[in-house]
């Protein structure tokens, strides 16, 4: 059974930094596609970046180009998001997906196991 817990999140000041982290239970990680996305209240979730199973792939929405990084540590089972230059339309829950293929993925309903999210909250 699979289990992603992230953290990370918090309360940062517009240009601010944040760095997320999702951590996986299971054998199935090194496996599998990873990504991040986010919900803001009263919209639907949003693609945010995805990585392949070895981290040699990586994708981005157009907004968090060359501000997000993601990255993946399969011998630790966690994927983290370095985010930079935040803005106040970054405030969000952000989530962690785990998909059982190992290509990654930008629509939300190609992945299977979810976290329960982490809340980031950018200030003006």
């Known amino acids: 059974q699979v289990q992603l817990v992230e953290s990370g999140g918090g309360l940062v000041q517009a240009g601010g930094s944040l760095r997320l982290s999702c951590a996986a239970s299971g054998r199935t990680f090194s496996n599998s596609a990873m990504g991040w996305f986010r919900q803001a209240p009263g919209k639907e979730r949003e693609f945010v970046s995805a990585i392949n199973w070895s981290g040699g792939s990586t994708y981005y929405a157009d907004s968090m180009k060359g501000r997000f990084t993601i990255s993946r540590d399969n011998a630790k089972n966690t994927v983290h998001l370095q985010m930079n230059s935040l803005k106040p339309e970054d405030t969000a829950v952000y989530y962690c997906?785990?998909?059982?293929?190992?290509?990654?993925?930008?629509?939300?309903?190609?992945?299977?196991?979810w976290g329960q999210g982490t809340q980031v909250t950018v200030s003006s």
């Open positions: 997906g785990q998909r059982s293929r190992g290509t990654l993925s930008p629509a939300p309903r190609d992945y299977d196991y």
